[in-house]
């Protein structure tokens, strides 16, 4: 195809580097874009995990070979660096390394691959700055755009659009401060019951509150209430360095339960002389002082989760106590309401309305665990993507369009190069029609005639051209396909980064081998010949 030949044929040979990396592009290519299949996962001990996230199938794939780690290490940081883009990297990965095994049929010498594949990134990652769009502010309706095209087809469309937009309102809600925003998923329940909190949600099964208490029918919703926060334990304390209390009669008996009793009497007095309607202690709670707060219309909660209480403790503006006798009302805070909610088998309190510092808890729901885990990675890679947008502040056309115009560039650029560089260009481009074709071979059309479609439309000026979820060439912006622009900019760079690792390895042990059978007796000054080192002196 290239046209070029050389008398070397020992680079027919099948490759095992290249095609551990390879066939790791080939497990991984079908679950590409909106139309992509899932893949079962079997772990050692029969777990099965369904996904069609790639990030998640390459990372619980158990992968031995040297050269399948370093693409999986690849894929590892894209997803840890910009949440999305995996597979994309890991089907550059083998479409470049099909590339190179093509030129290096034609003769072509691993070095000249690697640095004309250096130079063909440098001139695509020049040209990607065309593409690129400014995103105006972080109101911009192309961010949940953005957010919808990162998760499509890791469940129906309507519920990954549905949890797009929740992670954008939330998002929003709390200017943007990550911080501030909880997720919090839930088994049990319809996917469409996930709603977006305004305020702090904490589960009560991890604070093993008595139900009890907080069944309490006036216990139910608390408006504007005072909340105060302990952060000890509230109880009769015991006495210091005292083994056991040995009572002699039945009187001493009675005096000291009416001394326990005025105790629990005195704290639940405290408390609500405070004015306190919610009380949130960071320690257990003594039972009897608990059912006795709960009868006087105050909500205990015990064991609150010490993350949790130091958030509630900000947003509503309560100063933590460390025993209820220094409980003033001046102690007390606030939020809009206090509601106690059973989500699934879980009891959970729901502080809507942080005046404090605002806060927002997305509570998300799936059938089984799995898919409640699921739905919250879903979320995750909404977050992730959204920040990477802002932090970048431009976004490209999703749909292979960009791959697809770059691949026109280098087409162009190439016919400029005088040497061998350019059969390497134009091996780099059709690597990067690999994504096109991949997307229109997974949505079931021909690629080939895709990806004419495309660049006829690319030729006539609509660069934003690339395959539709139904497989056909569309125009992305229309569609609202996007991306942003450091997602592929960095699939791009890893995928020539660890092609290079892998070429330069595989260089490297095809020569020391080659020396060995041949005596050392290589002349390795064989640029002139542009061929193999091994090549030269036969
Ligand atoms: P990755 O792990 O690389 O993110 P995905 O399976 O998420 O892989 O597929 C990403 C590709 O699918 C990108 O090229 C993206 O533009 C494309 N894509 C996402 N949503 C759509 C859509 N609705 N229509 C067409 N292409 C889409
Ligand atoms: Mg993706």
């Given at each position: 195809m290239l046209g070029e030949t050389t008398d070397d044929d020992s680079n027919n040979e099948p490759n095992p580097t290249q095609t551990a990396a390879g066939e790791l592009a080939d497990a991984i290519r079908?679950?590409?874009?909106?139309?992509g299949l899932d893949k079962m996962v079997v772990g050692e001990n029969g777990t099965v995990i369904v996904t069609n996230d790639g990030s998640k199938i390459i990372e619980w794939m158990d992968i031995t070979h040297p050269v399948g780690r370093l693409v999986e290490q690849a894929a590892a940081a894209q997803d840890n660096t910009v949440g999305d883009g995996t597979t994309t990297a890991v089907v550059l990965v083998g479409a470049l390394l099909e590339e190179a095994a093509t030129l290096r049929s034609a003769g072509l010498h691993p070095t000249t691959i690697i640095d004309g594949y250096g130079r063909a990134v440098e001139a695509a990652l020049d040209q990607l700055a065309q593409y690129e769009r400014g995103l105006h502010?972080?109101?911009?309706?192309r961010l949940t755009q953005i957010a919808k095209t990162a998760v499509t087809g890791r469940w129906d469309d309507a519920s990954t659009d549905r949890f797009a937009e929740l992670t954008l309102s939330a998002l929003q809600a709390i200017g943007f401060d990550r911080s501030r925003l909880t997720l919090k998923s839930y088994p049990g329940g319809e996917l469409r019951e996930s709603v977006c909190l305004d305020g702090v949600l904490v589960d009560l099964e991890t604070s093993s509150t008595s139900l009890n208490a907080l069944s309490h029918p006036r216990t139910r919703t608390h408006d504007e209430p005072a909340i105060a926060m302990v952060d000890a334990e509230i109880g009769i304390e015991e006495p210091n360095n005292v083994e056991s209390v040995e009572l002699q009669d039945a009187t001493q008996r009675n005096a000291f339960q009416a001394h326990e009793q005025d105790r629990r009497t005195e704290l639940v007095e405290q408390v609500v002389q405070s004015g306190v309607t919610v009380l949130l202690c960071q320690k257990s709670i003594d039972e009897a002082v608990r059912t006795a707060l709960a009868q006087q219309g105050v909500l205990p909660v015990e064991r609150t989760r010490r993350d949790e209480f130091d958030v509630i403790a900000r947003a509503t503006g309560s100063t933590p106590v460390m025993s209820v006798d220094d409980l003033t009302a001046d102690d007390t805070g606030t939020v809009g309401s206090v509601t106690q909610r059973t989500v699934g088998t879980a009891q959970t309190l729901v502080l809507q309305g942080c005046p404090e510092e605002h806060r927002a808890t997305l509570l998300l729901r799936g059938g089984t665990p799995h898919v409640a885990e699921e739905v919250r990675r879903i979320v995750a890679d909404c977050i992730d993507v959204t920040r990477v947008a802002l932090d970048d502040g431009v976004f490209v056309p999703g749909g292979g369009a960009v791959p697809t115009a770059l691949a026109m560039d280098l087409a162009a650029l190439s016919r400029e190069i005088p040497d061998r560089t350019q059969l390497v260009f134009d091996g780099f481009g059709t690597a990067l029609e690999a994504l096109p074709r991949t997307l229109a071979t997974n949505a079931g059309t021909d690629p080939l005639t895709t990806l004419t479609g495309i660049k006829q439309r690319h030729d006539a000026?609509?660069?934003?051209v690339g395959v539709g979820p139904d497989g056909h060439p569309r125009d992305m912006i229309d569609a609202g396909i996007l991306e942003p622009a450091a997602v592929f900019r960095s699939a791009l760079q890893r995928a020539v980064a660890v092609v290079t690792q892998i070429l330069r390895v595989d260089d490297v042990v095809r020569t020391s081998t080659n020396e060995r059978t041949a005596g050392g007796e290589h002349d390795h000054a064989h640029a002139a010949t542009g061929g193999y080192p091994w090549a030269v002196g036969h």
């Open positions: 079908t679950t590409l874009g909106p139309n502010s972080r109101q911009d309706d000026g609509a660069e934003t």
